[in-house]
């Protein structure tokens, strides 16, 4: 029995316009654990990179770019059992939803880590298991580009902070409403590392978690 939560339908509410073939798709999401089972299945890793802090020049993290099929990251991040659903649900519910996707897949990244043999596997390690790990969509034309139409998934309590006197918030929960169908890239983002030692740089985990439960992104 899945450890995962399923938001019920009046709490994740998807505008008309999405169509009812996807809404139907979107519902029929067995559970977070099956969902991140197709990406696995289905993911190639593309790219590990270091990234520098911007804060700390002696700081890198480790960034992972997936590449998997766009059916199976909209069930991931738009479904009623995805990844936003388990913040919504609750933030520690969000973080052990984000800690299980790095634990199923870090297997693959360290295979891949091998053969590109340009990273060291100490590096990818830490990073990978440092408290800021984090998954994300790649922010491409779906958000850049976003029109007013494009919100489409209206769950009641981030659609209440789009008019928030916090400009922040507003613009979070605007964002937090879209919902890309066509999006094929996701990405693993370690903690920052100095040598061998984790630091903490990056937003806290729990501003991140607060922020995915109250409006829907971070």
Same mark, same amino acid.
């Given at each position: 029995?899945?450890?995962?939560?399923?938001?019920?339908?009046?709490? =994740? !509410?998807?505008?008309?316009?999405?169509?009812?073939?996807?809404?139907?798709?979107?519902?029929?999401?067995?559970?977070?654990?099956?969902? !991140?089972?197709?990406?696995?299945?289905?993911?190639?890793?593309?790219?590990?990179?270091?990234?520098?802090?911007?804060?700390?020049?002696?700081?890198?993290?480790?960034? !992972?770019?997936?590449?998997? #099929?766009?059916?199976?990251?909209?069930?991931?991040?738009?479904?009623?059992?995805?990844?936003?659903?388990?913040?919504?649900?609750?933030?520690?519910?969000?973080?052990? %939803?984000?800690?299980? *996707?790095?634990?199923?897949?870090?297997?693959? *990244?360290?295979?891949?880590? #091998?053969?590109?043999?340009?990273?060291?596997?100490?590096?990818?390690?830490?990073?990978?298991?440092?408290?800021?790990?984090?998954?994300l969509l790649h922010q491409g034309q779906w958000l850049r580009h976003a029109k007013r139409e494009d919100r489409?998934?209206?769950?009641?309590? =981030?659609?209440?902070?789009? *008019?928030?006197?916090?400009?922040?918030?507003?613009?979070?929960?605007? =964002?937090?409403?879209? %919902?890309?169908?066509?999006?094929?890239?996701?990405?693993?983002?370690?903690?920052?590392?100095?040598?061998?030692s984790r630091v903490t740089i990056d937003k806290s985990p729990m501003t991140r978690s607060r922020e995915l439960?109250?409006?829907?992104?971070?």
């Amino acid at each position: 029995m899945t450890k995962f939560a399923r938001v019920p339908d009046a709490d =994740w !509410v998807l505008a008309g316009n999405v169509g009812s073939a996807r809404i139907s798709r979107l519902r029929q999401a067995e559970n977070f654990d099956a969902v !991140v089972s197709r990406i696995i299945r289905g993911a190639r890793v593309e790219r590990l990179r270091r990234e520098r802090s911007h804060e700390d020049h002696s700081a890198f993290r480790l960034i !992972v770019d997936l590449r998997v #099929k766009a059916q199976s990251l909209d069930q991931f991040f738009n479904s009623p059992v995805g990844y936003r659903a388990q913040y919504f649900a609750n933030c520690k519910l969000g973080e052990r %939803a984000n800690r299980f *996707v790095i634990n199923e897949l870090f297997s693959k *990244v360290l295979v891949a880590g #091998k053969r590109g043999r340009r990273l060291k596997e100490d590096f990818i390690r830490l990073s990978l298991k440092h408290s800021s790990f984090k998954v994300l969509l790649h922010q491409g034309q779906w958000l850049r580009h976003a029109k007013r139409e494009d919100r489409v998934l209206l769950v009641p309590r =981030w659609q209440a902070e789009c *008019v928030s006197g916090d400009k922040l918030r507003r613009k979070l929960a605007r =964002w937090g409403s879209l %919902a890309p169908a066509h999006e094929t890239r996701l990405l693993l983002k370690g903690g920052f590392v100095r040598a061998t030692s984790r630091v903490t740089i990056d937003k806290s985990p729990m501003t991140r978690s607060r922020e995915l439960h109250e409006l829907g992104f971070t």
